[in-house]
């Protein structure tokens, strides 16, 4: 499909390639590519009924205009018609590298697709043009994300996401970084700067106010870093309503926590998951000499993945919990590469658990032998 493939498209995009030939403004054309409109060829224009003027069956704006391209495109690539691909390369103006002009079949498919309708310029339009800004998005989100008083410093900068307010960033999820050896702690900052060298509080998910557990104060950030697909940089701060990774606290986090420069501040609310783990497996290395590097890289995946759960029965036996089949077999592929050993899986367990949802509607009588 195209997201293994790694293309997708809006109509935006085809409004303003089809723009320059219909002499069309590229929104009015958007309203034609979509929905029950028909460009009649004859008649030089566009149909709400789908019969041309001379009796034709006319098809939609949407089929002719944006999937026929795509399937011809498609089809000229999978039949190895070069000539054909050729010439549909030159009319969209598809320029492949030296090295991708000699791939054949879906690998070659793969390449085409993704210089003709790079999915990242249709997932970017879509972000930059439906979802609200931070500064519009956190006036009616703060009651939903912080937990403490509406009427504080932090809930205050938060709401108007000022930078120059006190420090809140939540961190959701642990990244590793090249060596494998440390983790990223990435997140969004709220309000506030983080900056590189700062001194922080960091708040696990159990912190509760005016006491100290889950709790550590005046840890110092390493490194701040911008988080650009497989790319770090370095910066030397960044402001509120941007995501970031940090360096250095991945030793005081398992998993997600808030991080903040006020001494009064409340957790920011811990995410929520619409799935819990549910399949079990447990795990061991084949050599019994690994196992210092199993407990070590299954503490690692702890903190990496946010819907994993690791423990250990009181038989020795560590427990790997995961949301699904396919989600325990990437997460112990990773294992395996991450700690360079063989590790024995036992086969899955599924915990099936019921509850009750409301009152029976009818008596019901339960006898026992017990007296």
Known sequence: GSGLQGWGFTLRHFAKMYSAKFGVSQD????RLWGDHFWDPVAKRWASTPVGQDGAVLRRGFVQFILDPIYELCGAVMQDDQARLTSIMASLNIVLAKEERALVGKPLLRAVMRRFLPAADAILELVVLHLPSPLVAQRYRAELLYEGPMDDECATAIRMCDPHGPLMMYVSKMLPTSDKNRLYAFGRVFSGTVRTGQKVRIMGP???PGKEEDLFVNKSVQRTVLMMGRKTELVDDCPCGNIVGLVGVDQFLVKSGTITTSD???NIAVMKFSVSPVVRIAVQPKHAADMPKLV????????????LLIYQEPSGEHIVSGAGELHMSICLNDLAEATGIEIVQSNPLVSFRETVTAPSDRVC???????
Do not use: P, W, Y
């Open 296 to 307: 070590e890289g299954l503490r690692r995946l702890a903190k990496a993945e946010a819907c």
């Open 206 to 208: 159990n912190f509760v």
């Open 28 to 31: 009015r054309l958007m309203t």
């Open 264 to 266: 009064i501040a409340h």
């Open 365 to 371: 009588l339960s006898k026992s032998l017990n007296r």
